[in-house]
């Protein structure tokens, strides 16, 4: 029996809503269910792990890897505690001890709260950004960040963080970090940002602003 092209968008409409319905549903819980350890992320990068200060990074939508994957490292001190790190200057405000707030933290409080921000969904920093300067940072970037940081540093699914669309202070002073060997990377990585100008620096951040507008 031949079914008119009406008869199966209706049929299409009543299978879409309820789905629809329960993908909102399950939206909702994850935000409304954040777990206590998260508070002490969220105080600084936002609620919803969308900073609003240019010296931390956007949270939301990094991978469960990653995510979990930096806690831990806070918590046996495999990383510069952020604190020290990001409190340089005489004008920023002090930044919490990360070691020391994950000290404390179990497996399982760690994956809750990277499972939480995980599934939270990813925004961009509002920045402007220099054109030109942005094409040599893209240069750089598909000479030797490309091959771990697809699309642009873009994707949570290649497990190395979103770069697209994270604040300028925050991609100068981590960059800044790795080059001086500050924090573990990979080998390949470590020989890619030892080369690292100043100039190289701000030309990637850049162009890492540029793609998340």
């Not at 956007?58 to 505690?81: M, T, V, W």
């Amino acid at each position: 029996m031949h079914t008119s092209h009406a008869a199966v968008r209706e049929q299409t409409r009543f299978l879409f809503w309820p789905l629809a319905i329960l993908l909102l549903a399950n939206a909702a819980s994850v935000w409304a269910e954040a777990p206590v350890e998260a508070e002490a992320c969220a105080s600084c990068h936002g609620e919803k792990g969308i900073s609003r200060d240019g010296d931390i990074p956007i949270i939301a939508g990094a991978s469960n890897f990653f995510l979990e994957n930096q806690l831990f490292l806070f918590r046996d001190k495999g990383r510069p505690c952020a604190g020290e790190l990001f409190s340089q200057r005489a004008e920023s405000p002090p930044k919490p001890d990360h070691c020391a707030l994950a000290a404390d933290w179990s497996d399982d409080d760690i994956a809750k709260i990277a499972g939480y921000f995980s599934a939270l969904p990813h925004q961009s920093a509002e920045q402007s950004f220099d054109t030109e300067l942005a094409q040599i940072g893209k240069a750089i970037h598909e000479r030797s960040c490309d091959r771990c940081h697809a699309e642009g540093g873009s994707l949570a699914l290649d497990d190395a963080g979103i770069l697209a669309g994270q604040w300028r202070p925050y991609l100068i002073r981590t960059l800044e970090s790795f080059r001086a060997g500050e924090r573990w990377q990979e080998e390949k990585m470590a020989d890619a940002t030892a080369k690292l100008s100043d100039d190289d620096i701000k030309a990637l951040a850049e162009y890492y602003v540029s793609v998340g507008q």
